[in-house]
Each structure stands twice: as structure tokens, then as C-alpha cells.
């Protein structure tokens, strides 16, 4: 159409815990040359492991926030915490973190351009960095995928 520009990205919450995007959007979008930059490739934080079921709530995390403990209080389910702890040995095979793990899943998706990551410490950026170019066997994606499998939450 002349004088409207064509959108070239989509920015969707995407995780191996929010999968939702794979159903129709990034389909839709690949088919249309938009690319994805997702938000939250880590689930808040629970996808690095951080997290452990039947635990406290560490204070300094986004969880313990006052302000930021209510949208992570769905990931923090007893049946999300267990699997996403099955992750852990995978990760480990792999030869990484399991945030390092979990971000490379989201980039083995080509249709994502770029995942958004927060950190609050510097460490936290150079290990999330270190996903990128990371060659995970993708046996061991398929693995994770079963293990999440119907562990999202409810929306």
C-alpha cells in the first residue's frame, strides 16, 4: 500500500515456558519477512534456575520485589519450578547455563532477530551473552520442549 510502511518486526513474550508464539505469529510473520524480538526469553528470571520449588523467595530478585512480585507470581507455580530444575542437566550436557540454554532455544528460532534480556548485575549480561552462537544438539532442545510440555501458565 503506498505512503504505509511495512512492518519489519513483531515483539512477543517468548520462552521455552511461553510458547504461544510458534502457533501462529512466528509463521504468519516469517511468511511476511517480520522478524522477531522477543521479551522475557527467560520467563521473568525462572528460567535460570534461580528459582527453586518449596523455597524462599530470595529478597533481591524480581520475584521478592514489591513492585515487580505479582507478574512473576504465575511462573513460580510448584509444576513450572520442577521442570524448569529437569532443565538444569540438560544445560549442563550442553556445556552451559541454563540461562545460556534457555536463551539459546529462543535464537534457534530463525525467525527471532533478537531476544530482550534484563539483568541487575553485570555478571548476569556476560552470561546471557554468552548465548549467542552458542551450537546446542537440538536432541537436547527436543528433550527440554517434553519437559516443559503443558507447564505454561495460565495467561
Known amino acids: 500500500m503506498k505512503g504505509v510502511e511495512k512492518f519489519v518486526s513483531s515483539q512477543p ?3 521455552q515456558l511461553w510458547r504461544r508464539p510458534d502457533e501462529k505469529v ?3 510473520c516469517a511468511k511476511n519477512g517480520i522478524s522477531q524480538i522477543v521479551w522475557s526469553p527467560l520467563a521473568q528470571g525462572v528460567l535460570t ?5 518449596d523455597a524462599k523467595i530470595p529478597a533481591d ?12 507470581q504465575s511462573w513460580l507455580q510448584p509444576p513450572v519450578l520442577d521442570a524448569v530444575q529437569k532443565l ?5 550436557e550442553a556445556g552451559c547455563t541454563l540461562s545460556q540454554f534457555s ?3 529462543v535464537l534457534r528460532e530463525p525467525n527471532v532477530a ?3 534480556v534484563g539483568a541487575s548485575k553485570p555478571e ?4 546471557n551473552a554468552g548465548a549467542s552462537g552458542l551450537t546446542i544438539d537440538p536432541g537436547l532442545f527436543r528433550k527440554a520442549e517434553a519437559i516443559v510440555a503443558g507447564v505454561e501458565r495460565a495467561a
Do not use: C, D, H, V
Open 26 to 28: 512466528i509463521p504468519l
Open 61 to 72: 530478585t524480581r520475584a521478592g520485589s514489591e513492585s515487580m512480585g505479582n507478574f512473576i
Open 114 to 116: 533478537s531476544a530482550i
Open 103 to 105: 536463551l539459546a532455544w
Open 88 to 92: 538444569k542437566p540438560l544445560a549442563k
Open 13 to 15: 513474550q517468548y520462552s
Open 49 to 53: 534456575g534461580k528459582y527453586l520449588p
Open 124 to 127: 548476569q549480561l556476560e552470561e
